[in-house]
């Protein structure tokens, strides 16, 4: 909205925005508790762009030969601190490892903490259900390979604090 990236929620037709930004919080904003919200329609003509937005590399691990693919998430499950801004990301997987650089986090899943180098692709994907102002009728998914400082740009970009 007028340039803006903001939280999107559509839960039974009742659409909103969301912002923890009290500089994009304009008129119409309702104030409540940590975060500013909006009640709008998809049809909007300010509302250019309705997507989700997910993460991806590629990367070889040791202990999950199999896989080459994996989803990444900054809010993943973790007991330790790690920094995108140093090169790390978090990696989650569902059941206990507790081998070849897996931490176990109980029985019910687990997680690695790998450099951002060892990654041989970084991919963007982009799930629109409005684009270029217009309802699509399908959600169209467009993926993109980025470079990997474009990659880390975007996650911190549509990171909570910051939307």
């Known amino acids: 909205m007028n340039d803006v990236l903001y939280r ?7 659409v909103r925005i969301f912002t923890k930004n009290k500089e994009k919080a304009h008129i119409g904003f309702l104030h409540c508790g940590k975060y500013y919200e909006k009640k709008i329609s998809e049809a909007d ?6 997507y989700s937005i997910k993460f991806w590399i590629d990367y070889k691990d040791n202990y999950f030969a199999d896989q080459n693919e994996w989803y990444v998430a900054e809010d993943n499950r973790c007991d330790r601190k790690y920094r995108l801004e140093d090169g790390e990301l ?3 997987v569902f059941g206990s490892i507790s081998e070849k650089g897996w931490h176990s986090l109980g029985r019910e899943d687990s997680y690695k903490i790998i450099d951002l180098d060892d990654c041989s692709a970084y991919y963007v994907e982009y799930e629109y259900r409005k684009m270029n102002g217009k309802l699509l009728k399908e959600s169209q ?3 993109e390979k980025v470079e990997k400082n474009f990659f880390v740009e975007l996650i911190k970009k549509y990171r909570d604090s910051n939307v």
Not at 8 to 14: A, I, P, T
Not at 45 to 50: A, F, G, H, Y
């Open 8 to 14: 999107y929620s559509d839960f039974l037709d009742d």
């Open 45 to 50: 003509d300010c509302v250019t762009d309705i």
């Open 90 to 92: 978090c990696l989650n």
């Open 141 to 143: 998914i467009i993926r």
